[in-house]
């Protein structure tokens, strides 16, 4: 997360991609027994890609599912794909 997010004023907006990052920020805390993200990737830079698929794939447990629907290959490039049979 950005360190300037807290000193920003109440009524700016935040970009797409500030969105979605805070979105998963939101989320992790929750530790949600599924979590669906849908196009996660639109917006971000390459390097906030890898970041946020490092972000995934910690989050990830025996114990949750995320699903993830993107319409690129980029974001599935970083995340490792949990193959266990259920």
Same mark, same amino acid.
């Given at each position: 997360?950005?360190?300037?997010?807290?000193? /920003?004023?109440?009524? +700016?907006?935040f970009s797409g991609g500030?969105?979605?990052a805070m979105?998963?920020?939101?989320m992790a805390p929750a530790e949600p027994v599924v979590a669906i993200s849908n196009e996660t990737d639109s917006g971000p830079r390459h390097r906030c890609l /890898?970041?946020?698929g +490092?972000?995934?794939?910690?989050?990830?447990?025996a114990d949750n599912?995320?699903?993830?629907?993107?319409h690129y290959q980029r974001l599935l490039d970083v995340i490792t794909p949990d193959l266990r049979p259920m």
């Open positions: 997360m950005n360190p300037s997010f807290p000193e /920003r004023s109440v009524k +700016r907006s500030e969105k979605n979105r998963f920020c939101q /890898r970041i946020r +490092r972000g995934v794939n910690q989050f990830a447990t599912a995320t699903l993830l629907i993107t």
